[in-house]
């Protein structure tokens, strides 16, 4: 009795995906230790919720983004991998973060742009969801000093298109490094750091959705992310002003027909 095949797709993918595999094993002579130990390892990674992160460091995610979006001739912002750090319905608001102890005296940051349609017409209410890392003490779910949801939120776009919310330049920081994936990082020999960045959800109705990042320059991790995920495009000055700073960033989308 033949069995049916449920998906194409996987049909397609999988003999290849697992020859690739059996090449690479037979290559180096795997041993049956070292394939107990992947698989333990593998295991771990599940039990820790650690696989999006694990896709990153391996430059999978990056991989992906880049087959799903990299030939993408619409004109629209680039995009970049959404990582393990978001979380859904942060609260709308201008000012996504509140002071927490030890978190310095920086100048406040305004990132500010347009968001429009590929075709030029403003976005009103498009939504701009953000969320990063703070100017110390990464992540809030992270820092125990930060209010949950810290350094998240989201924005609506004005009738012009326009947006702006106030921040902290964030600054470079490390990847979680106490689980499994750490442990990787650390046999293999690759730093866990990515450089200063914040990430951006962008929806409008009609449009395609925009995953990406902001990168700053002269940041000593611009070269060497541990996600490779640094694309020039999305590297935007900062300019300095007596008491604050600025970053412009415009975000084009694509419309769903293209
Ligand atoms: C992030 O950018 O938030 C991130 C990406 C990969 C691993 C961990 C965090
Ligand atoms: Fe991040």
Redesign the pocket.
Known sequence: MSVQVQSERLATVMPDMLAAIHEVIERHRVTEAEWMTALQFLTEVGRADEF??FS??TRT?VLIDTLEHGGDESGATASD?E???YTVEPPFRKKIYEEYEGMGDDDPLFVRGRVTSTTGEPLPGAIVDV?QTGPAGG?DIWDERQPEGNFRGRIKAEEDGSYEFQTMLPKPYT??TSGPVGRYLEAVGQHPW?PA?I?LKVTAPGHRPLVT?VFFPDDPYLENDT?G?VKPALVRPVEKHDDHLTCDFDVKLAPQSA
Request: proline fraction near 11%; hydrophobic fraction near 45%; charged fraction near 10%.
């Open positions: 999006i992160l990153d460091v995610s991998v990582g393990p750090m969320w992540y990847v979680p990515r960045h990430h990042q996600i995920a």
